[in-house]
C-alpha cells in the first residue's frame, strides 16, 4: 500500500467545519469530542435498553457504533485499523500456539511502527488521527494473544493469578473479536480493556450482587468521573491559551519563578488526558462495565476494572513510581503483561520503558523521555533505599522528607516529560543543556553513588513509618513499592 501523505492518517468529515471555524478548533478536535458527547446516551441505551438484549445484539451495538466513529472522524484511514486487526486475528488462528503471543506481537508492533514513520514524515504538528485507535488495538490482539498463548500452551501452576483470570482456550469467533477491538467506549481514547472481562460484560456476567441480593448501579461513579472531566475541560479552555509551552523560552524571569512556571506549565499538559480519560471511564461506567469488587472496608462497589487515570494520585505523589501506578492505568496494565512480567527480572524496568517509548512512536523525544523515565526510576529507589528510613524516627522528620519528595517528584516529571511534548531531538536537548542536565546527574548519582554513601538499613534495621521495627510482611510491602 503506497501512503499519498497526510491524508492516510486523517481524512474524516468536514460537517463540522463550521462550528470548528466558529470555535478556533481544528475540525479533528471538533469531530473527537462530538464522538465522546454522543456517547453518553449510546451508553444509557445500552445498559438500560440492551440490558437483557441477545449477546449478539450486545456485540454488534457497539461494534457498529466504533466503526462508524472511526469512518467519521478518520475516513478511509480506517484501513490501517482493520489490516492490523484482522491480519492479527488471522495469525491468532493460523499460528502454532506456542508462538501465537510472538508472532501477533511482532506484526502488530511492526505495522503500528510503519504507521508511526509515515505519520512523522507527514505531520508536522499534533492531530488527533488514526494512529491513536491502531495503538489502542495493539493493546487489545497483543494481550488477547498472550492470554490466548497462556492458555493453550502453560499449564495452570505457571500462571500468575493474574494469567489465570485472563487466560483462553480458543481464538473467539469473528463477530465478538470485532466488538472488542471495536467498542464504541474505548476505541477513540482507550482505556484498554481484557477480553476475558469485555466477554463477561457481554453475558452479563460482569457484576456480582451485594449481600442484599442487589445489583450495583454504576450512574453515580460515571457521573462524578463525567462531571471531572467537564472540570478538566474547563481548565483546558481558559488556562491553555495563557500559558502555552512558549513561555517557557523566556530568559527575563529569575529562577525560582521560571521553575514554577515550568512545573505549572506541565500541570496543564496532562488535563487533556484527564479530560479524555476521565470522559470515557465514565461512558464505560454508564453502559454497565467496570465493575471491579465490593471495597473490604466499607462494602461499597467499586467501578475502577476499566480505568486509566487517578488524577489525584498523579497530582500527589511522591515517587515517579507511585505517579506511574495511577497515571495511564490501562497502558501500564498492557506493559506489565506483555513486558515486565515477561521479561528477565534484572531487565524489567528497562524493557517497559523502551516498549512504551517504540509503542508511543518514532520521534526522538519519546526515546529521551522514556529511557529517562528508566533513569529517574532507578535514581528514586537509590533514594529512597538510602535516605527514606533515617527520616522515620520522629513525625516531623517524616513530615520533611514527604514534602521534600513531593517537590522533588513534580519538577522530575516535569523534567522528563519535557522531549515527550516538544517531540524532536532539538528543542529537547536545548533545554536539557539550559538546565545543565540536572535531573540525569542527580538521578544517576542517587542511583549508583548514593547507596555507597549511605548504605540502605541492615533487614534487622529497618522501621516502618511508625519509627517500630518492620515485620517481615511490611518488608515485602516496601520492596513492591520500590
Not at 462550528?19 to 478556533?24: E, N, S, V
Not at 457498529?64 to 491468532?92: D, E, P, Q, R, T
Not at 502453560?154 to 493469578?161: A, G, Q
Not at 472531566?229 to 491553555?240: D, G, H, K, V
Request: net charge positive; aromatic share 18%; hydrophobic share 45%.
Amino acid at each position: 500500500v503506497i501512503m499519498p501523505g497526510v491524508h492516510t492518517f486523517n481524512s474524516g468529515s468536514v460537517l463540522l467545519q463550521p462550528l470548528a471555524d466558529m470555535i478556533g478548533l481544528p475540525v479533528d478536535k471538533i469531530n473527537f469530542t462530538s464522538c465522546m458527547f454522543i456517547s453518553i446516551p449510546f451508553a444509557l441505551i445500552y445498559s438500560r435498553v440492551l440490558g437483557k438484549a441477545s449477546e449478539r445484539t450486545r456485540q454488534i451495538y457497539p461494534l457498529v457504533i466504533g466503526l462508524a466513529y472511526c469512518w467519521f472522524c478518520f475516513g478511509s484511514a480506517i484501513k490501517h485499523l482493520l489490516a492490523n486487526c484482522l491480519i492479527s486475528y488471522a495469525l491468532m488462528y493460523a499460528a502454532p500456539a506456542k508462538h501465537i503471543h510472538s508472532l501477533v506481537f511482532i506484526f502488530s508492533m511492526s505495522y503500528l511502527t510503519w504507521v508511526h514513520f509515515y505519520r512523522w514524515m507527514y505531520i508536522t504538528e499534533y492531530t488527533i488521527d488514526i494512529t491513536g485507535p491502531i495503538m489502542i488495538c495493539v493493546q487489545k490482539v497483543t494481550t488477547l494473544a498472550f492470554s490466548l498463548h497462556d492458555g493453550l500452551v502453560k499449564k495452570e501452576e505457571e500462571l500468575t493469578p493474574l494469567q489465570k483470570r485472563e487466560a483462553i482456550k480458543r481464538v473467539p469467533g469473528l463477530i465478538p473479536y470485532l466488538s472488542y477491538i471495536f467498542h464504541f467506549q474505548s476505541i477513540l481514547t482507550g482505556p484498554l480493556s481484557f477480553y476475558s472481562d469485555y466477554a463477561n460484560l457481554i453475558r452479563g456476567t460482569h457484576i456480582v450482587k451485594d449481600e442484599n441480593g442487589k445489583l450495583p448501579d454504576p450512574t453515580a461513579e460515571a457521573q462524578t468521573k463525567l462531571f471531572k472531566a467537564f472540570c478538566f475541560m474547563f481548565i483546558i479552555a481558559f488556562f491553555e491559551p495563557i500559558f502555552p509551552l512558549t513561555v517557557l523560552d523566556r530568559t527575563d524571569l529569575n529562577p525560582i519563578l521560571w521553575t514554577v512556571l515550568f512545573w505549572f506549565c506541565f500541570v496543564l499538559q496532562r488535563m487533556p488526558y484527564y479530560f479524555a480519560w476521565y470522559f470515557a471511564d465514565g461512558i464505560y461506567n454508564l453502559s454497565g462495565f467496570g465493575f471491579s469488587g465490593y471495597d473490604k472496608e466499607t462494602d461499597e462497589p467499586k467501578w475502577e476494572l476499566a480505568t486509566n487515570v487517578f488524577a489525584w494520585k498523579v497530582e500527589s505523589a511522591q515517587s515517579l513510581k507511585e505517579t506511574l501506578d495511577a497515571w495511564n492505568v490501562g497502558t501500564m496494565g498492557w506493559f506489565r503483561r506483555v513486558a515486565f512480567d515477561r521479561a528477565p527480572k534484572k531487565y524489567r524496568t528497562l524493557s517497559t520503558y523502551v516498549l512504551s517509548a517504540w509503542w508511543h512512536g518514532i520521534f526522538m523525544g519519546y526515546y529521551m523521555t522514556f529511557l529517562g523515565g528508566a533513569i529517574m526510576t532507578l535514581g528514586g529507589k537509590g533514594f529512597r533505599r538510602s535516605l527514606r528510613w533515617r527520616f522515620l524516627s520522629s513525625p516531623s522528620l517524616k513530615f520533611a522528607y514527604d514534602v521534600f519528595t513531593f517537590i522533588g517528584t513534580k519538577m522530575t516529571l516535569a523534567y522528563v516529560a519535557y522531549p515527550f511534548v516538544a517531540l524532536h531531538w532539538a528543542p529537547s536537548f536545548a533545554m536539557y543543556k539550559r538546565l545543565y542536565f540536572a535531573g540525569h546527574i542527580l538521578a544517576l548519582f542517587c542511583a549508583v553513588a548514593l547507596p555507597a554513601l549511605l548504605p540502605p538499613p541492615r533487614e534487622d534495621k529497618k522501621i516502618n513509618d511508625q519509627g517500630s521495627k518492620i515485620t517481615e510482611d511490611e518488608n515485602k510491602n516496601a520492596k513492591k513499592i520500590e
